[in-house]
């Protein structure tokens, strides 16, 4: 990856405050929001003595790796790709494939920054407790955000232009969100439906983050479909990404 391209592709990035605010800024939004109502503080015992706002966090984590991964990332490709400038970059030095790891860098560093809010707001203000298996949650997510960066690689391989890398991000947006527990945490769905989310990439990374979080090492087949999703999806996008 040069050095030059990631450098130029930070300016650019950082001049785009609608993405700031969407990946690191709006998922914390959210969990603060469910936070500030009363009843989602309280222990459930249905929820194994959990709170509401215990299970959004993981969920605030995952939303943001959706929001990098299938809105932003893949308008920026496709938007290049659009204006002719992958193809003026296949002309020089700088190699086009140096600017979609420049991408997927930042796009995963806004992630990070993310993640790092959302635990900070999280614990400070509604005493959500840290994961207490760190080195599993950290595993887990990583495997969730490439796989959401790898779907965003497949949407600008199979999108000629900005609207239908859009079109295409909306539709994969919201079952997404849904298999990464935005409206109903996983562990509150009924179990036929976790199984089937389970299979989902996010389904399972949001059931490894709860189990992490509880303290045990999450379930080796949870990472490995997170991880067998993000090969999958990369293979795919190498197969069918043009740079015209």
Known sequence: MSVAVLRAEARLFAREPGAWFWIVLFPTALLTVLGLVPAFREPSKDLGGLRVVD???????????????????????????????????????????????????????????SAVLALAVGRLAFGVALPRQPLGYAVAFVLAALAALATGTVIAAL????????????????????????????????????????????????????????????????????????????????RWFRWE
């Open 55 to 113: 299970l959004y966090v993981p969920v605030a984590l995952l939303l943001s790796t959706i929001t990098a991964g299938v809105q932003s990332m893949p308008n920026v490709l496709t938007g290049y790709r659009e204006r002719g400038i992958l193809r003026r970059l296949s002309t020089t030095p700088a190699r086009p494939v140096a600017l979609l790891l420049s991408q997927v860098v930042l796009h995963g560093a806004a992630v990070l920054v």
């Open 159 to 238: 999108s000629r232009t900005v609207k239908i890398a859009a079109a295409f991000g909306t539709i994969v947006f919201f079952p997404t969100m849904f298999s990464a527990g935005v409206w109903a945490p996983v562990q509150t769905m009924p179990q036929t439906l976790q199984t089937i989310v389970q299979a989902t990439p996010l389904g399972a990374a949001a059931r490894a983050l709860g189990q992490a979080a509880a303290g045990d090492w999450p379930d080796w087949t949870l990472l490995g479909v997170s991880a067998l999703w993000a090969v999958v999806l990369i293979a795919v996008s190498a």
